[in-house]
């Protein structure tokens, strides 16, 4: 176990590898270890910047990340990519995950992706990310993308794990479909329309400005930072300085407002309660399985309410332990 | 106790209210009372239409509502409507609520509205909802409409409350705005354009249309029903009639093919989870404050990771009880 932190800590990326599967597994004695590790780990943790990503299906968010993130590393700066993807209720099956997509950035020394485990509820994958962070920021990753899809509620949860937020969008998908989310929008810190090339390039500018529109038409997220519009090309190479530019710009103010660190401790506190929450759950259910199919059967026949059969495995709970 | 629930079987509207007020309470003896009064009126529920309803502000459905409402209680049905509407963490503060909205249909001896009450997690305000919900349909109310504003995660809540879930729309706010935000479309059953009247009916032609062409590419929600869209206008009162034929032919078509039973109990199963989870963090909250504040600095200074600390606090419930 020490071993592996070593490695970890000096950047090896099968201990690395080894560490998130062991995070994602749910046998008892991994998570104990895990635990362990995550432990000994914490104290090198916290100083990347964490960037959410969020876009439709279509928009070009592989292409972006390729490039931006092999512009980065060229830089040295190392760049690790998490995908989270809880299969939608309605539409599911995992969209993303798919290591291919990026061939170029997946083979860079400076970089790392791991695509999204494909089961486990949006709390469980929330806790999966903010504790495979750790391990990334230990072993000096210096920006931790967190990718996900706009199609659903878990842009909410990847907020809450992040330091910033970018939306992309691209022109040429029309605009209903595009769905400028006004849920989504509220949670970007920058928007960046991607594909301004080519034909594309007057639709992106018309892109551009009616989401500009549509910010003036919204409370600021912050008081010490205005939401900005880039229009990029990622497969053409434009524009991509201009957006790490603005993600650095974007932690320089949120550092020196004292933004960054406040937003950090509340993220902080929200996790304890979400794990707890998930903890707890999961160990119910664990613990009396013919208990729950009878209370299940109760309230479905209307003979108690969902609250009184929560009591009901609540109490159980609290007598087992 | 016992009065009260004859009161509201008879269908007494002081008697609603205050069990209402009962469940929304946060003390333990309301608390009581309520699963107590919940008991006995739980065999007289279930025979009401759930209608979730939502739309970004300024689409009209307080004018809807109050038109389909009031087009309803003068059929003799019953209608009941609660408003579902969490502070968003970002714009902060209650849109809804405000019963002046709906001023005649507040007056109308078959209508009864309540408005959201304004503290509460979402998993809390669901329970609420849920069960105002028994309380309404064991005195008789024959459609609860659940409206919520179309801006964040509530839809996902309230759809996983209703029976059938209306879109409501307007033409006039411009496309980007409007937000037909993927997602929510993805939880409607039947999507109504308002507004389609005057110098908007053009408009509201367009955007039907539009909405048809994306659900063409979406994955239908139900085997049984094709999602329709519909051009109204609540201020003229044109098409109100016919979303209620919608309603009552969906209804008709998911009982027949059973599936209105099976998403029924599905959302039994879902709530004691929800319910179970929402009361155990309570639970803990009341339980160890200074444990928590405690915990939540070990976990801001990186010194445990947030497992760590659900895991002292799960830890510290089961020994208390």
Known sequence: MHELTEKILSGNRRAIAKAITLIESSREDHQKSAQKLLSDLLTHSGNSIRLGLTGIPGVGKSTFIETFGKMLTAKDIKVAVLAVDPSSKITGGSILGDKTRMEELAR????????????????????????????????????????TVGVGQ??????????????????????????????????????????????FKDAAKLAASDVENALHLMKPKSENWTVRTLEISALNNIGIEEVWHNVED????????????????????????????ELLISKIKISSETHISMLEQQVQQNK??????????????????
């Not at 860079?108 to 992706?113: L, P, T």
């Not at 494909?118 to 990718?147: C, N, P, Q």
């Not at 108690?304 to 059969?309: C, E, G, H, K, N």
């Open 108 to 147: 860079d020394k400076n970089a790392f992706i791991r695509p999204t485990p494909s089961k486990g509820t949006l709390g469980g994958i929330a806790r999966y990310t903010r504790e495979a962070m750790i391990v990334l920021e230990a072993s000096g990753f210096d920006l931790i993308i967190i990718e």
């Open 304 to 321: 108690i309410t969902s609250r009184q059969a929560a009591e009901k495995l609540i109490g159980t709970l609290l007598k087992n332990d």
């Open 154 to 199: 878990s842009e909410v949860a990847v907020a809450d794990l992040v330091d910033m937020f970018i939306l992309l969008l691209s022109p040429g998908s029309g605009d209903e479909l595009q769905g400028i989310k006004r849920g989504i929008m509220e949670l970007a810190d920058l928007i960046v329309v991607n594909k301004a090339d080519g034909d």
């Open 250 to 277: 974007f932690k320089k103010l949120m550092v020196e407002s004292g933004e960054f660190d406040i937003k950090r401790s509340k993220q902080s506190i929200n996790s304890i309660w979400s794990d707890t929450s």
